[in-house]
């Protein structure tokens, strides 16, 4: 059996060009997302959401994006979690989407405010039944005792909310958009001499500048 911890995979064949990158790093992006989606990597849409909470200590979690244009990357949460937390304390984060079989990484940092009250009502109501029982049901990041403890919970949520009853969105859950001041991308290249270009946003807040950095 191969040593997982002593793997070495080349990765090969792709490059990143500033010839070829386009001039807004959203629509560069874009383009990698549907390329992974397209080349079937798994939840092409997941990040590692990394945070830091009010004392300085950082964490990361996966987290699901779910719509990202000019105004920035979104997803959706329970913001009294403990990543809600951590925002409340220090509005600034990165994501991190790992398209690893396709020998690419994205990384965004940037502000985060929280997605309106229609927007996160409108997500909301996209979702199917059972996750909107289930964050109804369950307050992310607190302890509970046991799993029984939680299906009693989801329970009387559903006794409450019966089939054909709207579930409403709980005022603790909801939306948050990043507003990105930079992104990354980075590109696989043979003997680990990969590309990274990284875009920073200037002072009038539309325009970007890109540079390359050493691998
Ligand atoms: C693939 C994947 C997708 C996930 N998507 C979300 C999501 O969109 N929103 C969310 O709140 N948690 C999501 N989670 C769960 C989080 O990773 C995390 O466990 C949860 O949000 C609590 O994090 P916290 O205690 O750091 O706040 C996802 C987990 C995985 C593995």
Do not use: C
């Not at 080349?39 to 300085?56: F, H, Q």
């Not at 987290?63 to 951590?86: C, N, P, W």
């Not at 990354?184 to 920073?200: A, I, K, M, P």
């Amino acid at each position: 059996m191969t040593d997982p911890l002593a793997r070495h995979t080349d990765y090969g064949n792709r490059s990143l060009d500033e010839s070829d990158v386009a001039d807004d790093p959203i629509a560069q992006f874009s383009a990698w997302l549907e390329d992974a989606a397209a080349r079937g990597v798994y939840e092409p849409n997941a990040m590692v959401l990394s945070t830091v909470d009010a004392d300085g200590t950082p964490s990361s979690r996966t987290v699901l994006l779910r719509a990202v244009d000019a105004h920035g990357f979104v997803f959706y949460t329970d913001r009294s979690s403990r990543k809600g937390q951590a925002l409340a304390a220090h509005p600034l984060a990165t994501l991190l989407f790992p398209w690893y079989t396709v020998h690419r990484q994205v990384n965004v940092t940037g502000e985060v405010a929280l997605v309106d009250d229609a927007e996160s009502d409108a997500y909301w109501a996209s979702r199917p039944r059972g996750s909107r029982i289930s964050g109804t049901a369950s307050a992310q990041s607190q302890p509970i005792g046991s799993r029984a403890e939680l299906d009693a919970r989801v329970a009387e949520v559903e006794v409450a909310f019966p089939e054909g009853r709207e579930v409403p969105r709980p005022a603790r859950w909801g939306g948050y958009r990043l507003r990105p001041r930079r992104i990354e991308f980075w590109q696989g290249r043979t003997s680990r001499l990969h590309d990274r270009l990284v875009f920073t946003r200037g002072d009038r807040g539309t325009d970007w500048s890109v540079e390359r950095l050493q691998p």
